[in-house]
């Protein structure tokens, strides 16, 4: 039973050794857009910012404003409203009728095959001019120069996708521990530096920032490939990897904001529909999922405390990069570092919004999504 105990143990330190280390490394390394100055008029190719938005209504409006207000000189905002039954529809119009740039789709029913969001943002592009394509959420709020600064990036990596890490707010204590773990977890699962190695399969989309150029949206197969995939905006970056072109990531931090969920139960009521969506619907790979991040983030922590010699060693090595790396993602999304603690309760937290998610989706035959409901069958027909 010792020697299992310290191979276990000996496994968890070297998985954080080798991988954590590498991801942590990684991440250190990302471009910020900050360190690129914002591009010139001549430097400026068109750009068609492309968002969908159901029952908005709360959080459109200073999202609106951010967009209105970015200097960029060959720029349109294609806003869809999909079925909205709230003032989402009359806020657009409003903002419409007073900034040009803004145009403005109503869908009024969706089609057979079509998730809503994906159907909305397939509209939106089939009405757009821009050379680059940026796609975005509803509640997203810009800096005046975010995009010439992404094109900028964008030029000097040669990417044809770039997706940015974004600031997000917090207010209080539960939903920063369960996001700045969201945020480790993340890198950890995607290897986000490595995107953009030649050869890579690694692949990143994020749904608040995706400026793709039109060739690779085309190419990729555009929102049609993706019409019934659940976490799009991730698949977005797979299919235009898969299409050939280049892919990146950089971290916008206050350039792009937004506020995802407002407390605990909301954020895990809101990512009920992704999560068990993200293992591609596979209960194996759930239960999987859960084993790691046990094994992983929660019992090194015991492990420092009730063990002995070489396992209590290997889980000290294992929780002292744990720490380090979520202190440092703590850092970067502007909270202190001692949430790094946090870190076992955290991973909990998010096996229990993994497995949460799983049986709802199951219980329900399938996901319901701003009141439409998707059966279990037709999503993983439509999974890429």
């Not at 990596?157 to 920063?176: A, I, N, Q, S, Y």
């Not at 420092?304 to 290997?314: A, E, P």
Request: proline fraction near 4%.
């Amino acid at each position: 039973m010792h020697i299992l105990g310290v191979v276990l143990f000996g496994g968890i330190a070297v998985f954080w050794l080798t991988h954590g280390l590498r991801v942590a490394f990684g991440a250190i390394k990302l471009p910020w857009l900050r360190d690129f100055d914002p591009a010139s008029n001549a430097d400026c190719p068109s750009v068609s910012i492309l968002l969908a938005a159901r029952d908005e209504e709360e959080k459109l409006p200073a999202a609106l404003s951010t967009l209105m207000q970015i200097d960029y000189p060959n720029l349109e905002v294609i806003a869809v409203d999909d079925r909205s039954q709230d003032a989402t529809g009359r806020i657009l119009d409003e903002f419409a009728a007073q900034h040009p740039r803004l145009r403005v789709v109503h869908v009024e029913e969706l089609p057979p095959g079509w998730l809503g969001k994906t159907h909305a943002l397939q509209k939106a592009y089939e009405g757009a001019r821009g050379d680059w394509l940026l796609f975005t959420d509803a509640d997203v709020r810009f800096a005046p120069d975010a995009v010439r600064r992404a094109v900028a990036l964008a030029k000097e990596r040669k990417l044809d996708h770039l997706t940015l890490f974004c600031d997000v707010e917090k207010v209080g204590f539960w939903e920063t521990l369960l996001i700045t773990f969201f945020g480790l977890g993340f890198h950890l699962a995607t290897d986000s530096a490595r995107v953009n190695e030649p050869g890579s399969t690694r692949y990143v989309g994020i749904g608040a920032f995706q400026l793709v150029r039109r060739e690779a949206y085309e190419q990729g197969g555009t929102h049609k490939r993706l019409a019934m995939e659940v976490i799009d905006d991730m698949k977005l970056g797979k299919i235009v990897k898969r299409a050939g072109f280049s892919s990146g990531c950089a971290v916008a931090h206050d350039f792009v904001s937004l506020r995802w969920h407002a407390g605990l139960g909301n954020l895990i009521r809101g990512v009920t529909k992704n999560f068990f969506a993200g293992t591609g619907f596979d209960i194996g790979l759930v239960a999987a999922g859960i084993l790691g991040i046990v094994l992983l983030n929660i019992l090194p922590f015991f492990g420092v405390i009730l063990c002995r010699g070489w396992m209590q060693i290997f889980a000290v090595i294992a929780v002292f990069i744990a720490l380090v790396f979520h202190g440092g993602v703590a850092v970067v999304m502007k909270v202190s570092p001692l949430y790094a603690f946090t870190h076992p309760f955290g991973a909990a937290l998010f096996c229990y919004m993994l497995l949460r998610s799983t049986v709802v989706t199951l219980r329900q035959g399938g996901i319901v999504w701003r009141g439409t409901f998707y059966p279990l069958e037709e999503l993983r027909r439509g999974l890429v």
